[in-house]
């Protein structure tokens, strides 16, 4: 059986050393870093070398710098690190701080101080999970770098980031992304993301794609106008 690879994320060297002990006594490959910056860095590393991915996330929450929480946001809102189950490590106990924790995707919530058995305990529950059943066409996210669509919750996703967005900017980008470099014209747009009974015009397309472009930040460029065809998004375009 394969060594599942552990990465400790905290501050503290002390108990990132008592950690990294125990999780090689207990049989895996484990190494610490000290900040959400540093995670980053050895995780774009591997990727770049092609090297195989990690297993499971041990990570603080109040880090100098990036936080626990916003570098999971980042992690769960990129298409290569979505899947590593992250357990977090902290000292914030609040019901907020916890349902915080699980709606970024973590796995469990361990607080600080704690029992070393119990942290290796959950590692190995989270570890030993049956995988989740892979999704059908329709169920999963719809993506091109760091801009992602999350069919479920209806939201769009950009560099871990949530953007507040209506139901015709939804289907709109969930449009495009699916269909990336084909252009659609206003009457296609209008048929695939307005509901049939609504009456409006070609003019409500261009309206709607300016609003769009606004809450896309870097990627807003990509969002092409087409004159005299209509409009279509571009990862390639400048």
Not at 8 to 33: H, K, M, P, T
Request: glycine share 6%; proline share 3%.
């Amino acid at each position: 059986m394969e060594t599942k690879k552990i990465l400790v994320i905290d501050d503290e060297q002390d108990l990132c050393d008592i950690l990294l002990f125990n999780l090689r006594a207990a049989g895996y490959e484990a190494e610490a870093v000290c900040s959400a910056e540093e995670a980053l860095r050895v995780m774009s590393r591997s990727h770049a070398n092609g090297h195989p991915g990690l297993d499971l996330l041990l990570l603080d929450v109040m880090m100098p710098g990036m936080s626990g929480f916003d570098l999971a946001g980042r992690l769960k809102g990129d298409a290569r690190t979505r899947h590593i189950p992250v357990i977090f490590l902290t000292a914030k106990d609040t019901e907020d701080d916890t349902l915080r924790g699980f709606s970024l995707g973590a796995d469990d919530y361990v607080t600080k101080p704690f029992s070393v058995r119990e942290v290796i305990a959950r590692v190995r529950a989270v570890l030993n999970r049956k995988p989740a059943p892979t999704p059908s066409l329709m169920d999963e996210d719809v993506e091109a770098e760091g801009l992602s669509v999350n069919v479920v919750n209806k939201t769009i996703c950009i560099d871990g980031h949530t953007v507040a967005i209506t139901r015709t900017e939804y289907e709109l980008m969930k449009l495009f992304l699916e269909h990336r470099g084909e252009v659609f014209s206003r009457q296609q747009l209008l048929e695939q993301a307005w509901p049939s009974d609504v009456i409006v015009t070609e003019r409500t397309v261009d309206v709607n794609i300016a609003r769009l472009r606004k809450k896309l930040g870097r990627y807003a460029a990509c969002l092409v106008s087409r004159t005299g065809f209509g409009y279509m998004f571009d990862t390639n375009h400048e």
